[in-house]
């Protein structure tokens, strides 16, 4: 029987495969019915139900009536450029902080990647501010940063590194906007070095055993093997974590909130502060509705810079 | 003669190249990764330090506060009889837990669907599901609120656990895809031949050997709800129904007065349970990235 088989087994595995792939279409469709429901009514349902919500006057609790594009002239025109700050914040809050976490990430992963003692407890432990929800590490931060008993200023001054009392964290515009953005690379950079440091340990060990017997130096191994070899992952955990962080809400939230003085404003802390507290939900649907198209555009810019060379 | 001296042995599979000095190594690792755990670690000692303080010992800064002088339990003491601490706990697990296993259920089946079996219409439906991480739930919190109204689920927890998969079921699927993509094809090709129907081969021969990627998915899914925020923050507003996050964030400030002790207490109590989570599975989280990233 086993002979049999192997003597045809070109054809009839042939044959099988297709037949077999010609009924997989029913199945494949069912499995994909339960994702598919939810996505829909909890994701692609609100979004398309935002965009309209955003041409209304709707209120909290309350659909109102059609007004056009008022909610965006009112948003471009009427806030005394909050919009313009928060736009502009979103982008530099973004573009700093993934410059920091990356180059961070991958310093990170390189430590990681060498033999040393105690090598798994560091892994975990470098890892932890990535994992621990963010508004309670938040929450710790903002006390680091109080105004009158800050821990960091105690640091700094007692180390000569600031003058007594130190700077005002959290009250002063760009003080304020520089610990958003510390903070957040401290949350961030673990995500960066743990996506690289899984991405170095498929590169095959052959290439730099080679590459050393070439007489190559550790820099041009890493220049000239390890970046390459790297750039599927930073592909993903670009993406990811541009997206993650230009939506960015929790974090900011707790610490400022856009304070001080609508300084330190985001466009996903504008919006909850409209739709909300506000209750001007159209007009909050309205501010994070620019997102999507802002966050389209910087993806394809992603995208754009790390396209395969042909 | 310089190409030689370069040329060193490894110890296999350590990667130390033999004969590196200790001066080298510690300028090279140990210094750095010294320097990278305190920042890393410090604002998580500073919240068990201050958790442990007394109220007149938090504010007094003239000697060093680095260290607790007279340690005291009174803030979890407090935290756990005169707040609602505990239940916000119970509902942040249950929460966290029900959404894990609804987003892993759709995920696997997605995933497998999108991984292994063939017809029209797959690559763009995976592209869809993958395009979805553009509309983050910053964009969606303000239309959700009328979803919810409808539904009747204000200040219900199912709200929280139907709306949570919309975020990790996404994460998981593209993640699950890259483990299915790794099973060779003909062990459930043998299994067909062998009379399996193609769901038998699913369930007895595909889902087993992704069981890493599943436990990283479930890992990744239970912190990413247990972590969550704005929902939670919208949808409820009984203190009773609170979560972690939102319940320490919202209910132990008093207006202007902060109760440093107590709140450092919740979040280190709040952050205990994910970070025992990964200490013990921090080797699958790393495989999930690999298979995620590296395969997908």
Redesign the interface.
């Known amino acids: 029987m086993g002979t049999a088989v192997r003597t045809n087994a070109a054809p009839a ?1 042939h044959q ?2 297709v037949r ?2 010609d ?3 029913p ?3 069912l ?2 019915v ?3 429901l ?2 829909g ?3 692609l ?3 398309l ?2 965009i309209w ?1 955003s041409l209304t006057d709707s209120e ?2 309350n ?1 109102g009536n059609f007004i056009g594009l008022d909610n965006f002239r009112f948003e471009w025109r009427n806030t005394d450029g909050v919009f313009y700050t928060a736009v502009v914040n979103t982008f530099l809050y973004t573009g700093i902080t993934t410059v920091f976490k990356l180059s961070l990430g991958l ?2 992963a390189l ?1 990681l ?4 003692p105690f090598r ?1 407890f ?8 990535y ?7 938040y ?3 903002r ?2 940063f ?1 105004p ?2 800050s ?1 960091v200023n ?1 640091l700094l001054v007692n180390t000569h590194l600031a003058a007594y009392p130190g700077p005002n964290w959290l009250g002063v515009p760009f003080n304020a906007m520089a610990a958003l953005m510390i903070v957040n690379v ?1 949350r961030g950079t ?1 995500f960066y070095a ?2 690289f ?3 170095m ?2 590169i095959p060990l052959d290439l730099y ?1 080679a590459a ?2 070439d ?1 190559a ?1 550790r820099w041009q191994q890493f220049t000239s093997i390890t970046l390459p070899m790297l750039q ?2 930073l592909l ?2 670009l ?2 974590s541009t ?2 962080t230009f ?4 974090g900011p ?2 610490l400022t909130n856009g304070a001080p003085y609508n300084s330190t404003q985001l ?2 802390i504008w ?2 502060q409209w ?2 507290p506000g209750g001007a ?1 159209s007009l ?2 309205a501010i ?2 620019v ?2 198209p802002l ?2 555009f910087v ?1 394809a810019g992603v995208l754009f810079l790390l396209r395969r060379p042909e | 003669m310089a190409a030689v001296a370069r040329l060193k042995f490894r110890k296999p599979g350590t990667g130390r190249v033999i004969g590196d000095s200790f001066v080298g190594r510690a300028i090279r690792i140990y210094i750095p990764l010294l320097i990278l755990l305190v920042v890393t670690l410090f604002p998580f000692y500073w919240m068990a330090v201050t958790s442990f303080k007394s109220a007149s010992e938090l504010f007094d800064f003239s000697v060093s506060p680095l260290w607790v002088r007279d340690p005291t339990l009174d803030w979890y003491r407090h935290l756990f009889t005169q707040t609602n601490f505990p239940r916000w706990a119970f509902n942040t697990a249950l929460v966290a837990t029900i959404s894990t296993l609804i987003s892993l259920f759709c995920s696997i089946m997605a995933g497998y669907s999108l991984a292994r079996l063939r017809y029209r219409g797959a690559d763009a439906i995976g592209w869809g599901i993958f395009v979805t991480y553009l509309v983050p739930p910053t964009l969606l919190f303000l239309p959700l609120t009328f979803v919810i109204r409808e539904l009747h689920l204000f200040n219900n927890l199912w709200a929280l656990i139907l709306t949570y998969p919309t975020f990790l079921i996404p994460f998981c699927t593209w993640m699950l895809m890259g483990f299915f993509k790794g099973i060779p094809r003909e062990l459930e090709e043998a299994a067909l031949v062998d009379g399996a129907t193609r769901i038998q081969a699913m369930l007895r021969i595909a889902i087993p050997l992704a069981l890493p990627g599943i436990l990283a998915a479930a890992l990744f899914a239970f912190t990413l709800s247990w972590n969550e925020f704005l929902y939670a923050l919208i949808f409820m507003n009984d203190s009773l129904v609170k979560t972690i996050p939102v319940g320490v964030t919202q209910e132990l400030i008093h207006g202007d007065e902060f109760f440093w002790g107590e709140l450092m207490a919740a979040a280190l109590l709040g952050s205990v349970p994910v970070a025992v989570l990964y200490s013990f599975f921090v080797d699958y989280f790393v495989a999930g990235m690999t298979a995620g990233a590296v395969k997908g």
């Open positions: 595995w099988r495969r077999i792939y009924r997989e279409a199945l494949g469709y499995l994909l339960p994702t598919l939810v996505l009514i909890f994701l349902y609100p979004f139900f935002g919500l909290l609790g659909l310093v990170m430590l990647n060498q033999a040393f798994r560091v892994r975990a432990a470098l890892l932890l501010p994992i621990i929800p963010t508004v309670l590490s929450e710790a931060w006390w680091m109080d009158t008993f821990v105690w401290w673990p743990i996506a440091l899984a991405g340990q498929v055993e050393r017997v007489g130096t599927p992952v993903v955990v993406l990811l997206i993650l939506a960015d809400f929790q939230f707790v466009l996903s919006a909850y739709g909300i939900i909050g649907a994070s509705l997102l999507f966050l389209t993806v």
